[in-house]
């Protein structure tokens, strides 16, 4: 109500600080030495208050806690994040004919971030706002999240005649994520060779010919970037009887070691017609090994992951990136190019498990199972609506607890053949990664004009639509989206939305198909239309550019969710979760860029 918007109390402090210094030497002209530190500090507090208690137009909520009439709430988050790094590099040609690259080194990296936070209700009314006041529901709540990472490494370049490059990798590191049972440190060594054709003799004189790379490269890296949480003890706030409590919050691994990754990539670089024509080609084959996965546990734990070193996964694929000046004179020059990559990943162990489910909130599961993609959606096939009772009757299926499906149900597959849908009947509905993506762009240049546009492009991915599950289940009195007006109503309609049932007996709003959609697009990222001179200015600017650009203006999808591009986290196992994040806007930018 209006009354809320006028009087709501919402005000955040942030401060920001972000530094960087470093220092170089050369004790010779083939010697450098540098140091590196960096700091970055961010401190937020946000104060929220929700009137009530003075406003007889704003309705007093109930819940599980009691009784709000208004509401206060107070956090502080802080994030510290620190960097180091020393470094010596050396360069030097011997004889004209070979040349070194040798880098050495050490880094560290350490992340920390606080969040602190009380909340409460029920001052004694709307004009008493802080948390102090409140006499119900009072609890605090917050986390630490840590993460430090130091790493040793060295690197050799060598090159002989311009004819072969050959290359030798080591890195040592350590991470605060590992369990506290194992080593700290893991080494991680790579070699690389590279066959320089432009310079073999019979490949000199060639004029259309600029470069012909091949590339062989084989190493070993680990993946030490993931929660110092699942190797330690950590415990979590629960409000109890207007008490605020803290609770263990998982059973810790204290055997964790990083994820190995053994890698072969095969390369090459080709550029002919004077830098006309580029073309880059990529194979790579990644064997994964000591992958982390979630445990199923017995009950007696509770419900709280585990999380083991048990998997093994292959993932394959190939990139190929093409850039090409389709016109060059003088004055004119029209350049396009493009990319496109596919992926593969294949599950090859997972410990002694055939599959392990994941399970989230809505009936969501994913799963990963041997011989399959990881992070597959598990769920019901669901395959139109009953038309008419005579189809529910034929079909004779019920649900898991045993209820009859009727006229106006969703017509979920019975994969079984046991005339009952359940767990049983779970089916893969694919995943959030795409069969292939890439994008592609184009320039047009004359004189100081240039137009410009780039596009991206992904095809086959997945995406859970929450929001449709949502806003289509139509078993409460929440706001429905205008789908719901398709809805089945009487005996003999063709639709593919089922009934409004009340509180769904049956599930058709059960995790399935029907709220699985391919999230394919193609978008326009950005075109730029701009200006540039090289000429002094009024005697003042050197130089100058002035620019138009356009950002998502245009997007091609079949998507029924507010925009096919989303991530709403950064994990693995979350990724194809349309949970409402917020698009990403379409943006008009005029600016000027000038030298003096």
């Given at each position: 109500p209006l009354a809320i918007i006028n009087t709501l109390d919402s005000r955040n402090r942030q401060y920001d600080l972000n530094m960087k210094a470093g220092i170089a030497y050369n004790p010779f002209r083939e010697l450098t030495l540098t140091g590196t530190v960096g700091l970055y500090y961010n401190y937020d507090n946000e104060h929220l208050f929700i009137p009530g208690a003075s406003e007889a137009t704003i309705v007093p909520l109930s819940d599980k806690y009691g009784v709000r009439n208004n509401a206060v709430s107070d956090g502080v988050a802080v994030t510290t994040n620190f960097f180091?790094?020393?470094?010596?590099?050396?360069?030097?040609?011997?004889?004209?004919?070979?040349?070194?690259?040798?880098?050495?080194g050490w880094q560290l990296m350490t992340t920390k971030n606080e969040y602190d936070a009380g909340e409460g209700r029920n001052t004694g009314n709307d004009f008493y706002q802080t948390l102090g006041s409140t006499t119900d529901g009072r609890r605090f709540l917050g986390y630490i999240n840590s993460w430090n990472w130091t790493n040793f490494y060295g690197h050799a370049n060598y090159t002989y005649n311009n004819m072969v490059q050959a290359s030798v990798n080591i890195a040592v590191d350590a991470a605060s994520s590992t369990g506290t049972d194992v080593a700290r440190f893991y080494t991680y060594p790579s070699v690389g060779v590279t066959l320089l054709g432009k310079g073999w003799k019979p490949l000199l004189d060639v004029t259309w010919l600029n470069k012909l790379n091949v590339r062989v490269e084989y190493g070993l890296t680990g993946n030490s970037r993931f929660s110092s949480q699942m190797g330690?003890?950590?415990?979590?706030?629960?409000?109890?009887?207007?008490?605020?409590?803290?609770?263990?919050s998982n059973i810790p691994n204290v055997s964790l070691k990083p994820e190995k990754n053994a890698s072969l990539n095969l390369g090459l670089d080709l550029s002919v017609l004077n830098n006309r024509l580029n073309l880059t080609f990529d194979y790579y084959n990644n064997q994964i090994s000591d992958m982390i996965s979630a445990m199923p546990l017995s009950s007696v734990y509770g419900s709280v992951p585990y999380y083991a070193n048990v998997g093994k996964l292959e993932n394959t694929g190939i990139e190929l990136a093409v850039q090409a000046s389709l016109v060059r004179t003088r004055d004119f020059e029209w350049i396009v190019g493009g990319n496109i990559s596919r992926s593969r990943d294949k599950i090859k162990s997972l410990g002694g498990e055939e599959q392990i489910v994941l399970s989230y909130d809505n009936g969501v599961q994913m799963v990963n199972?041997?011989?399959?993609?990881?992070?597959?959606?598990?769920?019901?096939?669901?395959?139109?609506?009953?038309?008419?009772?005579?189809?529910?009757?034929?079909?004779?299926?019920?649900?898991?607890?045993?209820?009859?499906?009727?006229?106006?149900?969703?017509?979920?597959?019975?994969?079984?053949?046991?005339?009952?849908?359940?767990?049983?009947?779970?089916?893969?509905?694919g995943s959030a990664a795409p069969s292939y993506f890439g994008g592609f762009y184009t320039q047009l240049k004359y004189k100081g004009f240039a137009l410009s546009a780039e596009f991206s492009y992904s095809k086959d991915n997945i995406a859970y639509n929450a929001v449709r599950q949502q806003l289509e289940a139509m078993s409460t009195t929440n706001n429905q989206s205008i789908a719901a007006v398709n809805r089945w109503t009487v005996e003999g309609q063709k639709t593919d939305m089922p009934k409004a049932t009340w509180k769904d007996p049956v599930g058709n709003s059960y995790f399935?198909?029907?709220?699985?959609?391919?999230?394919?697009?193609?978008?326009?990222?950005?075109?730029?239309?701009?200006?540039?001179?090289?000429?002094?200015?009024?005697?003042?600017?050197?130089?100058?550019?002035?620019?138009?650009?356009?950002?998502?203006?245009?997007?091609?999808?079949?998507?029924?969710?507010?925009?096919?591009?989303?991530s709403y986290s950064y994990a693995e196992n979350m990724q194809g979760f349309d949970n409402a994040k917020l698009m990403q806007p379409k943006t008009v930018k005029m600016g000027v860029n000038l030298k003096f």
């Open positions: 180091a790094n020393l470094n010596a590099s050396y360069k030097k040609t011997f004889n004209y004919v070979h040349q070194l690259n040798a880098i050495a330690g003890y950590y415990y979590s706030t629960v409000p109890y009887m207007q008490l605020s409590t803290i609770v263990r199972r041997v011989g399959e993609a990881p992070y597959q959606f598990y769920g019901y096939q669901a395959n139109g609506v009953y038309s008419t009772q005579a189809e529910a009757d034929a079909a004779n299926l019920s649900n898991r607890t045993g209820r009859r499906y009727n006229a106006g149900d969703v017509r979920f597959v019975d994969q079984n053949g046991d005339n009952r849908i359940d767990d049983k009947d779970r089916v893969l509905l399935s198909s029907r709220w699985m959609e391919d999230a394919s697009y193609l978008r326009m990222k950005n075109v730029t239309l701009s200006y540039t001179f090289s000429k002094t200015l009024w005697n003042f600017f050197r130089s100058g550019t002035i620019y138009v650009t356009g950002e998502n203006l245009l997007t091609f999808t079949d998507y029924l969710g507010m925009d096919p591009e989303f």
